[in-house]
């Protein structure tokens, strides 16, 4: 039922998106002698309700906090940042939420903090909830604890019962524009390739948890590209090979890794570090594989097959570098 994540360090409410207007009310409600007892936040996926949801948390939780921002260093904060603060109970599944995890909260709702200033509960995806786990937690609802705040996330907040909405305040998020996401990106990654933030903002239709997945995704991309292309040019096939589960893993990969040895081999001959006819045989095999892949299911095999037949064909038939 709970999740296990590795906390928020060095995160703050300007690791937040998903709008101005959002980011104010968060942190009003945040830095306010009185927050609310429930707070939905809802927004599409990839709008940056998990972040601020956390990010929230850790405020209200922390005893030594400045307005809106927790103060980093105290033992709740340090432990918040490991993910394992008692005080703080996240439910984030990947199916049903159902009623059993919700009676396992109200058994904690009730015992004070163990050092924070409120005890938090985080449901993430609280439209999975069932009929029976919503009405069971409108009874927290309507009777919370003074030193309790459940904070809950939603796609769709018509997805809940208007008796669970009607008592928590609700904050909607929503897509930044797409320079707000690729500023924010850079921000966030400064030695980033600025084009592959431009196509991730662009991508995303400006959701940034979404944007971030892509350029990670992009920039893993290009690192088995770059790897694919150091084991040719160190003449490394051992190392070469091994590459072959991390290449087929999706056919994404495999392009990336192809695109890799395509520059190695252009790289090395404007180089002079291989004939003319090693890079030749490189590009072909390289681009005939490709386009096998296409309709291709066992690409493990695949892949091991064509970097056996680069290696073939670019070193062993005579091509190898001469030292």
């Known amino acids: ?4 994540w590795t906390g928020l360090k060095n995160t703050d409410f300007w690791d937040i998106a998903g709008g101005e207007e959002a980011l104010s009310r968060l942190m009003d409600m945040a830095s306010s002698d009185r927050p609310p007892h429930a707070l939905l936040i809802a927004g599409p996926a990839g709008a940056g ?4 949801a956390l990010v929230f ?5 922390c005893p030594h906090r400045q307005g809106y921002l927790a103060c980093g260093k105290c033992r709740v904060c340090t432990s918040f940042d490991a993910g394992t603060n008692p005080d703080l109970t996240v439910i984030d599944c990947e199916k049903s939420i159902k009623v059993e995890a919700v009676r396992e909260l109200r058994e904690l709702a009730f015992a004070n ?11 993430m995806d609280a439209d999975k909830m069932t009929t029976q786990a919503q009405n069971a937690l409108l009874k927290l609802f309507e009777e919370p604890p003074p030193h309790l705040i459940i904070v809950l996330t939603a796609v769709s907040a018509d997805s809940l019962l208007p008796t669970v909405r009607s008592r928590a305040a609700e904050l909607r998020m929503g897509p930044m524009s797409i320079p707000e996401t690729a500023d924010f990106l850079r921000r966030k990654n400064p ?3 600025p084009a592959k933030i431009e196509a ?11 944007a971030a997945a892509i350029l990670r995704k992009r920039s893993q991309h290009c690192d088995l590209g770059d790897a694919a292309a150091a084991g040719l040019k160190a003449h490394d096939k051992y190392g070469l090979l091994t590459l072959a589960n991390k290449m ?4 994404e990969d495999f392009a990336a890794a192809c695109d890799g040895m395509v520059r190695a081999g252009t790289g090395a001959l404007a180089a002079g570090d291989m004939p003319p006819a090693g890079a030749a045989a490189l590009v072909h095999v390289t681009e005939k594989y490709r386009r096998t892949a296409e309709g291709a299911a066992a690409l493990p095999l695949l892949c091991t097959a064509m970097l056996l037949e680069i290696w073939r064909d670019t070193y062993d038939n005579g091509l190898r570098r001469s030292v």
């Not at 309700?49 to 601020?52: F, G, I, P, Q, S």
């Not at 991730?200 to 979404?210: D, F, K, P, T, V």
């Not at 087929?248 to 056919?251: C, H, P, Q, V, Y």
């Open 1 to 4: 039922m709970y999740s296990t």
């Open 49 to 52: 309700k998990r972040t601020a």
């Open 57 to 61: 948390a850790k405020a209200v939780m």
């Open 113 to 123: 903090p163990v050092s924070a200033e409120h005890r938090v509960f985080v449901i």
């Open 191 to 193: 030695k980033a390739d």
């Open 200 to 210: 991730a903002a662009r991508l995303s239709g400006g959701l940034i948890g979404q």
């Open 248 to 251: 087929s893993a999706s056919k």
